[in-house]
């Protein structure tokens, strides 16, 4: 025979994530600027800019960038560029 126990649940403690206040450095008509201009640059919409989204970007305004220009401009950010990270390298 078994003996009935409850179990404890144990909930595992995640890392708090630093919060970032990069919102509260500019002012709502601001972010809908930089909004803007992240959705002129994101050209496929996935909600982040990517080596083809600047070229895409780079092109349409004339320009033909290298490669190696390209993954220069994508090395400044520490990861993924999605909306926050991008008003993040503006608050920089």
């Known amino acids: 025979m078994s003996s009935k126990r409850a179990k404890a649940k144990t909930t595992k403690k995640r890392p708090q994530r630093a919060t ?3 919102f509260a450095m500019f002012d709502q008509s601001q972010i809908q600027e930089f909004k803007e201009a992240f959705n002129m640059i994101d050209q ?3 909600g982040f800019i990517d080596k083809e989204d600047l070229h895409d970007m780079l092109a ?3 320009k033909n960038p290298t490669d190696e220009y390209l993954e220069g401009m994508m090395s400044e950010a520490p990861g ?3 909306f926050t990270m991008f ?3 503006f608050g920089e």
């Open 87 to 89: 008003l993040t390298m």
């Open 80 to 82: 993924p560029i999605n």
């Open 60 to 62: 349409s305004l004339g």
């Open 20 to 22: 970032s206040n990069v």
């Open 44 to 46: 496929n919409r996935d």
